[in-house]
C-alpha cells in the first residue's frame, strides 16, 4: 500500500514537475498553480524578512539590481537550451530562480549591512549578467531574431509610453508594462517568424486559436487588472510595489531568454 502510494505520488510530481523541466513541454495547469503560489509566499517573504529589516526600499535602484539578476539568470537559462551549460535542475526552470536568488542574497545583505547599497549587488550582477552574456555572444549564430524583437518592442513602447505621459499610473508599474511589451514582442516573433510553441497552457490555447499578435491585447488586458486590482488590494504602498516588481520580473524574464534562444538557433 505504502509502495503504490509512493509511486503514484512520484509518478505525479514525474509528469507536472520534472519532465516539463528537461523535456521543454512547458507549463501545465498543476506547475503554473504552484510556482504562482511559490513566488506570491517568496515575495512576502523576502520583502518582511529581508529588505524591510535591511531597510532597502522597493524603488528604481532595486529594480535596476533585479534587472541584473534577471540578466544572468535568463541568459543562464537560454545557454542551457542552447547546449552551451549542462541541464541541471538548479539552473532550469523553476530552479534558476531560485540559485539567482541565492546568487545574489549575500551581495545584497553584505551591501546594506556595510552601508555600500548598492555598489555591491551592482557590481556582483553586473558581473554575472557579463559572464552569461559573453558565452552568449560567442556562441551567437545569428542576430535577425533579436532585431525583429527590438522591432516590435520599441513600437509597442510607444502606444505606452504616450498613455503614461497623458494619464499617469505609477512609475514603477511602468517599468513592469514595458517589461512585459518586450516579452511579447519576443514572444510573437518566436512563434510567428521562428515556429515555437506556447509554454504557458492558457496562452497556448489563445495562440492557437487566434494566432501569436493576439498576445497584445490579452496581456495589455491582465496588465491592466493587475493594476488597478493591486490599487485596491494593496494598500501599503511600499508591498504594493513588491508586487509591482514580481509583475516586472515575470515579464523581464522570458523576454530576456527567448530572444537569446532564438540567437542560438534553438527549435520550437
Known amino acids: 500500500m505504502l509502495e503504490s502510494l509512493q509511486h503514484e505520488i512520484w509518478n505525479f510530481l514525474y509528469k507536472y514537475f520534472w519532465e516539463p523541466m528537461f523535456t521543454r513541454s512547458g507549463y501545465n495547469p498543476v506547475n503554473t498553480l504552484v510556482y504562482a ?3 506570491g509566499f517568496g515575495a512576502i517573504y523576502t520583502y518582511r524578512y529581508i529588505l524591510k529589516p535591511l531597510r532597502i526600499k522597493i524603488d528604481r ?17 537560454a545557454l542551457v537550451d542552447g547546449g552551451i551549460l549542462p541541464q541541471n535542475p538548479l539552473i532550469l526552470t523553476p530552479g534558476i530562480f531560485f540559485t539567482t536568488f541565492f546568487v545574489m542574497l549575500p551581495a545584497i545583505v553584505l551591501d546594506a549591512k556595510l552601508k555600500t547599497y548598492p555598489k555591491l549587488t551592482f557590481g556582483w550582477g553586473a558581473l554575472l549578467a557579463l559572464g552569461a552574456n559573453y558565452l552568449l555572444v ?14 516590435h518592442t520599441f513600437v509597442s513602447w510607444i502606444p505606452a509610453l504616450l498613455i503614461y505621459r497623458y494619464r499617469p499610473f505609477d512609475r514603477l508599474y511602468l517599468y513592469a508594462v514595458l517589461a512585459h511589451l518586450y516579452d511579447m514582442g519576443s514572444t510573437v516573433v518566436a512563434i510567428h517568424f521562428y515556429g515555437y510553441r506556447e509554454v504557458h497552457w492558457l496562452e497556448n490555447i489563445l495562440v492557437q486559436h487566434f494566432g501569436a499578435y493576439f498576445y497584445y491585447p490579452w496581456i495589455t488586458f ?23 516588481l514580481m509583475v516586472y520580473v515575470l515579464g523581464l524574464g522570458p523576454a530576456i531568454r527567448d530572444p537569446a534562444q532564438l540567437v542560438l538557433q534553438i527549435g520550437g
Request: proline share 4%; net charge negative.
Open 37 to 39: 503560489l511559490l513566488l
Open 61 to 77: 535602484t532595486l529594480f535596476m539590481a533585479v534587472t541584473l539578476m534577471v540578466v544572468f539568470g535568463s541568459t543562464v537559462r
Open 138 to 151: 560567442t556562441h551567437a549564430k545569428s542576430w535577425e531574431p533579436y532585431e525583429l524583437t527590438l522591432i
Open 222 to 244: 491582465i496588465l491592466v487588472v493587475v493594476y488597478y486590482g493591486l490599487q485596491k488590494l494593496v494598500p501599503d504602498e511600499e508591498e504594493r510595489r513588491l508586487w509591482y
